[in-house]
C-alpha cells in the first residue's frame, strides 16, 4: 500500500504536532510480518517510527484497541512495550504510529528477563475476569464481558463464539458442536482457579522483541485479564521461547501442578481461531486437543 504525497505532507504534519519539532519525512520502507495491517518504517529527520494502517471500516478500533492495550501493560512497570506515537485517520484508512524498536537476536539473558517481567506483568490483578472493554485477536473481534469466574469467561467468551463462527463457516459439523457442549461442563474441573492476572492474550513468538541491547518488548496485545496458564500456553504452539524463558518465570512465579497438561486445553481457543481464519488445515488439531479433555 503506497504513501501518497498527500498523506507524507499529512504525516509530518502530524509528527511535527505531537513530537513539537520540525521533522521531515525522508523516506518509507515496508516492514515484514504484518498480515493484517500494511506496515512500514519510516525514516524520519528525528529518527524511526513504525506505523501500522488498514481500512477502517474493515477494522473498526482495532488500533485503538491496540494501542489501549499497550498502555495497559505499561501501567503495569514490569515488561517494556513501545509508546505510541500517534493514532490517527487519513481518508478511508486508521493508522497507528510508534516507537521504533530496532531488534536483536535474542540471548539466554534476555529470555530470562523476559520470563521474569512476564511473571512480574501476571501478578498485576482486577476483581473479575476480562476487561472493560471488547478488543481484537488478530482480525477477529474478541468479547471481554466480565466473569467471576475464569471457566465461564473461558468457555463463553473465549470458545463458544469460536465454535459458533466455525460452525456458520461449516468447518465444524455437528459431531464437533456436542464433544464442545461436553467440554464447557467439564472445563471447571480440569484447573485451579487463581486470581485474574493481566494477560498478554496473544503471546505468541511475533509478538515480542528483544532490541539490540538484550530488553524485551511486548507488541500487538490483545489483554483481557485471565488465568496465566492462558498466556504460557500459547508461547508453546510456534515456538521461540527459550528455556530460560520457563525456567525464569517457574522461579519468580511458579504455575500450579499440571499445568503443561492444560496447554491444549487453552490452545483451543488460537487454534480455533486460526481454523475460522485458514480454513480447515487446522481442523485435526483442534479436534486431538478437544479430546484430550473428553
Not at 520502507?29 to 495491517?37: C, D, F, H, K, L
Not at 518504517?41 to 524511526?48: N, P, V
Not at 512495550?81 to 535474542?106: N, Q, S
Not at 471488547?134 to 466473569?147: E, T, V
Request: one cysteine or more; glycine letters at 6%.
Amino acid at each position: 500500500m503506497a504513501i501518497s504525497k498527500e498523506f507524507t505532507l499529512y504525516l509530518e504534519q502530524r509528527l511535527n504536532g505531537v513530537l513539537n519539532v520540525d521533522l521531515k519525512l525522508k523516506h518509507v520502507s515496508s516492514v515484514s510480518g504484518g498480515s493484517i495491517n500494511a506496515a512500514y518504517c519510516l525514516h524520519t529527520t528525528a529518527g524511526d517510527f513504525m506505523m501500522k494502517r488498514n481500512n477502517k471500516d474493515a477494522y473498526p478500533n482495532m488500533f485503538a484497541c491496540e494501542s489501549a492495550g499497550l498502555a495497559t501493560i505499561s501501567k503495569t512497570q514490569t515488561i517494556a512495550v513501545p509508546k505510541t506515537i500517534l493514532l490517527d485517520e487519513f481518508e478511508e484508512d486508521d493508522f497507528l504510529i510508534l516507537e521504533w524498536i530496532e531488534a536483536g537476536r535474542a540471548k539466554p539473558v534476555a529470555s530470562k528477563l523476559l520470563g521474569q517481567q512476564l511473571a512480574a506483568m501476571h501478578r498485576h490483578t482486577a476483581n473479575q475476569f476480562g476487561l472493560d472493554t471488547d478488543n481484537y485477536m488478530g482480525s477477529l473481534p474478541q468479547s471481554n464481558r466480565k466473569h467471576d469466574a475464569w471457566a465461564s469467561f473461558f468457555n463463553e467468551e473465549r470458545l463458544e463464539p469460536m465454535v459458533k463462527l466455525a460452525l456458520s463457516k461449516e468447518l465444524l459439523n455437528l459431531k464437533d458442536e456436542q464433544a464442545f457442549e461436553r467440554l464447557y461442563k467439564v472445563v471447571p474441573e480440569l484447573f485451579e482457579e487463581e486470581a485474574p492476572a493481566l494477560l498478554h492474550g496473544d503471546l505468541w513468538s511475533g509478538n515480542y522483541l528483544i532490541s539490540v541491547n538484550q530488553k524485551p518488548y511486548l507488541i500487538d496485545p490483545a489483554v483481557s485479564y485471565g488465568h496465566r496458564e492462558f498466556d504460557i500456553a500459547m508461547t508453546t504452539l510456534f515456538g521461540g521461547f527459550g528455556r530460560e524463558f520457563y525456567e525464569a518465570y517457574q522461579e519468580s512465579f511458579p504455575m500450579a501442578n499440571g499445568w503443561q497438561q492444560r496447554l491444549d486445553l487453552w490452545n483451543l481457543y488460537p487454534i480455533l481461531l486460526h481454523l475460522n481464519l485458514f480454513g480447515g488445515s487446522y481442523l485435526a488439531q483442534v479436534r486431538q486437543c478437544l479430546q484430550r479433555y473428553l
